[in-house]
């Protein structure tokens, strides 16, 4: 019993070290269990260690989302090869309510999205929490239909805030042009119109 203990409290304060490892103005510190496209539960800390191209997205969407994911595909192609296990791409479902990880595995396979990416919904007052850390705004406006800002945020591997830009195909130009020149580090945050 003793031993269960012991290594109960090490895990814990494992976990307590490794989020106060995180910069206080880390998006990763709004924390919560999170689940994937393939049902599994992550802590968004666990996308630390790597730059990550992030927006705020719901599969029913037939507006802006659709725009948005092929902004970041164009995004993602235009990573140089050397570089792409170095850079993730994340959606964040809006509706959590109807977007389960069975509709959201469906929407990557739709989509062509392949390993690099990540879906993830949480619960209403996480995904709430993550968009106000983001900038992003949403609303539900009816069941089925949210009007929701169409940021897509770059991340440094700490999960700070280095480029937002509007999720357009020409909106993103500014984010291109940092990740294939690979001076994301060096910008300064510009943030959408």
């Known amino acids: 019993m003793r031993m ?21 103005n880390s998006v990763y510190q709004v924390g919560g269990t999170w689940q994937t496209e393939n049902n599994e539960s992550i802590q968004l800390e666990s996308l630390a260690g790597k730059q990550q191209i992030i927006a705020l997205i719901y599969t029913g969407c037939s507006n ?35 977007d389960y990880p069975k509709t959201l595995k469906n929407f990557a396979e739709k989509k062509g999205l392949n390993s690099n990416w990540k879906l993830l919904r949480g619960t209403n007052e996480l995904v709430r929490t993550l968009s106000n ?5 949403y609303k539900v406006i009816k069941a089925g239909d949210v009007a929701h800002s169409n940021t897509v945020t770059l991340l440094n591997s700490q999960g700070q805030i280095q480029m937002q830009v509007s999720g357009t195909l020409t909106g993103i130009k500014p984010l291109l042009d940092a990740v294939e020149n690979d001076d994301a580090k060096s910008s300064t945050n510009t943030t959408p119109n």
């Open 4 to 24: 269960f203990i012991t290594g109960l409290l090490l895990c814990f304060s494992t976990l307590i070290f490794a989020a106060s490892d995180l910069p206080s």
């Open 64 to 98: 802006s989302c659709p725009i948005i994911v092929e902004s970041m595909k164009r995004i993602e192609k235009q990573v140089p090869l050397n570089r792409r296990s170095k850079i993730g791409f994340v959606l964040v479902s809006l509706t959590p309510d109807t």
């Open 133 to 137: 850390a983001l900038n992003g705004r």
